[in-house]
């Protein structure tokens, strides 16, 4: 089965996004890569974030707050207590439940000069982890610090939920958002789009006075949805990720859903 929606399918903003993200990063490089070579090649460089406020997105990404917190308990619970002959441990004041942080790879489409090796264009997939404190902090200063080294920065948000990382007030209130910022010229350009819309064709900038190659987003879902069967891993039946729709969009979501059911049975 395809996905009800012409763009970003938001039931795939949930427990699957670890998932989309890896997948979209690896379609993305695969269609850019006929375009770019033999000067160029497009390669998936994943970092690591250590999310340490999960409970923002437990229940929707992650296991439930209970279940971090067990695990958070289990590993205080490993600690030997004093010997014997030690004095008694003061009670303490207060004891506060904190789940443990958890790893995040966030892969990183970067395109490169294939003689250099230099770094022409970033191309990231936020994740949430991107979007919120306090990770969004040192994300906004590697993308300020890569923009400043000359770098090109496509900036792709398919995640309603949490803050936008790029804030203005020119920029038009959407679902979602694509960014990119030119390194020579230091010019913000956006593509905002709801989900009622087609994904966008973006343009990936390459070094001066290379063409641009053309990213086709809409392809690159449609590419990993159908590869993954994420149709199986879906019930559209349910309320999608959180935050909620307005009622426009939910009548119009709904609609879309019972028509992909009524051609598929």
Not at 76 to 98: K, L, N, Q, W, Y
Not at 133 to 140: F, S
Not at 163 to 188: D, F, G, N, W
Request: aromatic share 6%.
């Amino acid at each position: 089965m395809h996905t009800p929606f012409p763009g970003m399918d938001p039931y795939l903003e949930g427990h699957l996004w670890p998932d989309v993200h890896h997948s979209l990063a690896s379609a993305i490089a695969e269609l850019l890569t006929d375009q770019i070579t033999p000067a160029y090649v497009a390669r998936i460089e994943p970092y690591s974030v250590e999310d340490t406020n999960v409970a923002a997105d437990a229940g929707i990404m992650y296991p439930d707050v209970a279940l971090l917190y067990r695990k958070a308990k289990a590993r205080r619970d490993e600690v030997h207590e004093p010997p014997s002959s030690a004095p008694p441990i003061t009670p303490p004041t207060i004891s506060i439940e904190v789940p443990i942080p958890v790893e995040v790879r966030v892969p990183v489409v970067a395109i490169r000069d294939r003689s250099s090796n230099r770094l022409i264009t970033a191309i990231e997939i936020l994740s949430p982890v991107n979007k919120r404190e306090p990770g969004m902090e040192p994300y906004c200063r590697k993308r300020e610090r890569l923009c400043t080294a000359g770098v090109h920065f496509l900036e792709i948000d398919l995640i309603r939920r949490s803050t936008r990382t790029m804030e203005h007030p020119e920029v038009p209130k959407a679902h979602y958002l694509v960014s990119l910022i030119r390194a020579e010229s230091q010019t913000l350009t956006c593509w905002a789009f709801n989900v009622q819309d087609e994904l966008p064709v973006v343009p990936v900038p390459l070094r001066v006075p290379d063409e641009d190659a053309t990213l086709d987003l809409k392809k690159a879902l449609e590419l990993i949805y159908a590869r993954n069967r994420y149709d199986l891993s879906v019930d559209y039946r349910q309320p999608p990720p959180p935050p909620a729709f307005g009622k426009d969009d939910s009548v119009w979501m709904a609609n879309q859903i019972a028509l992909i059911y009524a051609r598929h049975g």
